[in-house]
């Protein structure tokens, strides 16, 4: 391990301009490649104290022997270096989104005197114009199938061109009105290239204007009397709709543009790119990446372009491009993207409107795409079992966790404080074993002190399921009463401990305080002890877990924590985080537990909050349902003027007798006043019955 002391460079010796810099390892290769706006302020962050750099970048720091540089003129000179250098070199330390050869292209070759259709893979060729990508192969055939009708192009190989130009008689496609046989000259090679130019423009979204010339030539033809032609021309017609139909309409015709969406966590990310063509979803294509550098969602996006335009040119980069995040430099990165149009690049985030919609889907896309990718990560057995041997192996476990529990605290501000219990066996989740928990022994923020409690009344429950189950044998003493086998097993129940009867809007799982029934004694859930609990958080939460451990007597179940900020993995007494390489299945296991963990958490904190903000005063009132609630609320206006009401004048309201009225008055009268709503806009309190004050 190199100290970066060692290669820094001389003060001053770097310039403060714009530029590209490298970092080389011991044996001169390329590690990373980086641009700046100063080279000076941005190679001066990576010479600080080990301690403050992100992992990523303190492992590659450490792993460079030597920092070099070239000063550009502008912003945009960098980032065309920078792609050319990352493209040149291959860094390791740079995200490098996985190669989308595999996507097949519909390609038209202009480049050849008689240019052809068909189906492309690979790297992109000059003078070839491109149209996708698309999901399957098949889709393109289907789709030029029924173009060939209109627009009769070659789609045959070299070959099978050159021996029907031999013989003189054209292929199949030739006598089926399927290709204009320029292999034995029915047409120039002009009037070829001219049919394939206007398919081109066809498939870039130019699909009115050959429409509508069509339905009028059909309307000609009719009135001269030529039916077959005309009812030719009416097949040629609803030839290209069909093809049409299956691009859906997302935007206005005239809209040409890239929706870029990111969906990541800490260690990948995945990317997702619509190509929106004459209103029209042409293509789409995404990758996965491992996020090697410390790179947030600007970044993504930001190497997401160099990845798509860094090789195109003209109509190839759409006018437009919609982004979920700005780049660093958003100028640049719009002037580099123009440069390769040749005319201006719209780069922004959608704000409203259709295309903020569709940005919605494109973001769900690539949130689907992240989670199919760590599906399948996760359902190969290999990988899982090695996951679990890494874990086993980094916490000095005897035996890898069959059975992992992770713990996980949500609030909002203090309020609604809940927390989550999920479990993960042999790597998979099992959801039927999640638990929730609302937070009884305090009230306010205190993430140690809930996951202590959390902890403690789930064991507390193990306990007393082990006991009543009859897992444990006492043995009598020669004499004198029996000690229990555990203290914690004879210990006062918890007083925390009640229903929690709130619904939870994804997963309906049991309450995990509520007391067990009486049946055929066979053990219940919480019986199942596991072999490795998991907190979220870090130092704190594992010793607060520990420690309701240990006042349970249980020693023989792992604690570990995992901190999200730098995904360091905390042991109980240990001073220094376990730190476990990020290529490791074990840590990848360990994030996905989390996760869910907190997802589990964070949902049902919401329903909970949602459930208090819908909660009225009238709530409490015995036997007042929804219609004669709405009634009083119609009759007053609101809750403050009822409260304001008399016995009689509630007595007014049909449907409510005295004893009702009587029931409301108290009910409103012992209420505590509710938190005035605020207007985020104007700043003023908004009061019940609709007026203002400042």
Avoid at 389 to 402: C, F, K, Q, R, V
Avoid at 541 to 567: F, N, P, S, W
Wanted: glycine fraction near 6%.
């Amino acid at each position: 391990m190199a100290d970066p002391s060692s290669y820094r460079p001389k003060p001053g010796q770097i310039p403060d301009s714009p530029g590209v810099y490298k970092f080389r390892d011991e044996h001169r290769r390329v590690i990373y490649v980086g641009k700046a706006k100063s080279l000076r302020q941005r190679l001066a962050n990576y010479f600080q104290d080990l301690a403050n750099l992100h992992p990523r970048t303190r492992t590659m720091v450490t792993t460079a022997a030597s920092v070099e540089w070239t000063v550009v003129a502008t912003e945009v000179e960098a980032l065309q270096l920078e792609y050319s250098w990352i493209k040149e070199f291959d860094p390791r330390f740079n995200v490098k989104y996985r190669d989308d050869k595999s996507y097949p292209y519909l390609a038209v070759t202009l480049n050849e005197e008689f240019p052809r259709v068909q189906v492309m893979r690979g790297a992109k060729k000059k003078g070839v114009r491109y149209f996708g990508p698309y999901g399957h192969a098949w889709a393109i055939r289907e789709t030029v199938d029924l173009m060939l009708r209109v627009f009769p192009v070659r789609t045959c190989s070299a070959g099978v061109f050159k021996n029907a130009a031999r013989t003189g008689r054209p292929c199949l496609l030739g006598y089926i009105g399927k290709c204009s046989a320029p292999c034995v000259g029915r047409v120039t090679p002009e009037e070829h290239r001219e049919l394939a130019v206007d398919f081109c423009d066809f498939m870039a979204g130019r699909t009115g204007t050959y429409i509508r010339r069509l339905e009028k030539d059909m309307m000609a033809a009719a009135e001269e009397m030529e039916y077959e032609r005309a009812a030719r021309l009416r097949d040629d017609v609803e030839a290209l709709k069909r093809a049409m139909e299956k691009s859906a309409v997302v935007l206005a015709d005239a809209t040409d543009a890239d929706l870029i969406a990111v969906a990541e966590d800490e260690l990948e990310a995945a990317v997702q790119i619509f190509h929106v063509r004459g209103g029209r979803v042409r293509g789409q294509r995404g990758w996965v990446t491992d996020k090697v550098e410390n790179v947030d969602t600007s970044g993504l996006v930001e190497h997401a372009l160099q990845q798509l335009y860094g090789e195109e040119t003209g109509d190839s980069v759409p006018k437009e491009v919609l982004v979920p995040a700005l780049p660093e430099h958003p100028d640049a990165v719009s002037q580099w993207l123009a440069d390769r149009r040749g005319s201006q690049v719209s780069l922004r985030i959608p704000q409203r409107g259709d295309k903020k919609d569709l940005m919605v889907t494109v973001q769900r896309n690539a949130q689907q795409a992240l989670g199919l990718h760590k599906t399948k990560r996760a359902s190969d057995l290999t990988t899982r079992s090695r996951a679990l041997e890494e874990i086993a192996e980094a916490l000095g476990l005897d035996t890898a966790p069959l059975r992992v529990e992770c713990f996980d605290i949500s609030h909002l501000q203090g309020d609604d404080v809940v927390a989550s219990m999920v479990v993960f066996e042999d790597g998979l989740a099992r959801k039927s074993e999640y638990r929730r928990f609302q937070i009884k022994g305090f009230e306010g923020q205190d993430d140690v002190r809930s996951m202590h409690e959390v902890i403690g009344r789930r064991f507390k429950r193990y306990l007393q399921e082990k006991e009543r189950t009859g897992e444990w044998e006492e043995t009598p003493a020669p004499s004198g009463p029996v000690p229990a086998p555990h203290t914690a097993s004879t210990a006062p129940a918890d007083p925390a401990v009640g229903p929690d009867t709130t619904p939870d809007p994804v997963d309906t799982t049991p309450d995990p305080d509520a007391e067990p029934r009486e049946d055929d004694g066979r053990p219940k859930r919480f019986a199942y002890p596991p072999q490795l609990v998991v907190v979220d958080g870090g130092q704190p939460q594992v010793a607060a877990a520990k420690r309701a451990l240990d006042e349970l007597g249980i020693d023989d179940i792992a604690v570990c924590g995992l901190a999200k900020r730098l995904e360091e993995v905390w042991l109980p007494d240990d001073d220094d985080p376990v730190v476990l390489p990020r290529s490791s299945e074990g840590l990848y296991l360990l994030q996905r537990v989390r996760d869910e963990a907190h997802r589990f958490a964070i949902t049902y904190q919401r329903a909970k909050r949602a459930k208090r903000i819908r909660s009225s005063p009238l709530d409490a009132v015995a036997g007042l349902g929804e219609t004669r609630k709405q009634a009083l609320i119609k009759h007053f206006g609101s809750v403050k003027k009822l409260k304001q009401a008399t016995i009689d004048e509630i007595c007014e309201v049909p449907g409510i007798g005295r004893r009702t009225a009587e029931s409301v008055a108290v009910a409103l009268a012992s209420a505590a006043p509710a938190t005035p709503a605020v207007n985020t806009a104007t700043g003023e309190i908004i009061e019940d019955d609709g007026g203002s004050t400042t």
